[in-house]
T-cell receptor
Framework: AQTVTQSQPEMSVQEAETVTLSCTYD???????LFWYKQPPSRQMILVIR??????QNATENRFSVNFQKAAKSFSLKISDSQLGDTAMYFC??????????????FGIGTKLQVIP | DTGVSQNPRHKITKRGQNVTFRCDPI?????LYWYRQTLGQGPEFLTY????????KSRLLSDRFSAERPKGSFSTLEIQRTEQGDSAMYLC?????????????????FGAGSRLTVL
């Protein structure tokens, strides 16, 4: 079974600064996907960024980038130029590659990020 | 299409009562999922539908829970004889999966959730 570990329950960052959220996972699979989802207070969860395990290049989406270390099973999220709207719970998630059928998504327990003005 | 819609957003009920939640997915999405999220935890999978067929259920889904997706459109999640341990946020998500597609990430679009409080 896959597990996803987020070891930072809460973090804070000054507005305009950079913050990195950590995530490690455990799997015996070789093909899989990793995601970071953001859940703002009382709002729906949205996808921030995703990474295919077969790609060596780290994914980037505007101010969000990841550091994917497959051998170390590490998948950290870097938020640059933090904005107040980045305040949210951030969930790291793992999905095994599977053709058809249900691709189970396993979530970590989340990191609560507070951006301070 | 405004995304995945869930109703009601909040529900407070007494122990032993039945509750029903509704989820309206993105119209072109063929898959619909129910997750449960308790305080301090990430979402946990409950069940999913491919069109109108319920294809998988988690061990977390006791016999007091039932989910339906008639006609492959909206879905309902009913909890009978609620217990205090059922208090949680119930999240619905949908996705579009081409079963013939070799690979590709199944990206979930979530609703805002229905929060259940059982007194």
């Amino acid at each position: 079974a896959q597990t996803v570990t987020q070891s930072q329950p809460e973090m804070s960052v000054q507005e305009a600064e950079t913050v990195t959220l950590s995530c490690t996972y455990d799997t015996s699979e070789n093909n899989y996907y990793l995601f970071w989802y953001k859940q703002p207070p009382s709002r729906q969860m949205i996808l921030v960024i995703r990474q295919e395990a077969y790609k060596q290049q780290n994914a980037t989406e505007n101010r969000f980038s990841v550091n994917f270390q497959k051998a170390a099973k590490s998948f950290s999220l870097k938020i640059s130029d933090s904005q107040l709207g980045d305040t949210a719970m951030y969930f790291c998630a793992f999905m095994k590659h599977k053709v058809g059928g249900y691709q189970k998504v396993t979530f970590g327990i989340g990191t609560k990020l507070q951006v301070i003005p | 299409d405004t995304g995945v819609s869930q109703n009601p957003r909040h529900k407070i009920t007494k122990r032993g009562q039945n509750v029903t939640f509704r989820c309206d997915p993105i119209s072109e999405h063929n898959r619909l999922y129910w997750y449960r999220q308790t305080l301090g935890q990430g979402p946990e999978f409950l069940t999913y539908f491919q069109n109108e067929a319920q294809l998988e259920k988690s061990r977390l889904l006791s016999d007091r829970f039932s989910a339906e997706r008639p006609k492959g459109s909206f879905s309902t999640l009913e909890i009978q004889r609620t217990e205090q341990g059922d208090s949680a946020m119930y999240l619905c998500a949908s996705s579009l999966v081409h079963t013939a597609f070799q690979g590709g990430a199944n990206v979930l679009t979530f609703g805002a959730g229905s929060r259940l409080t059982v007194l």
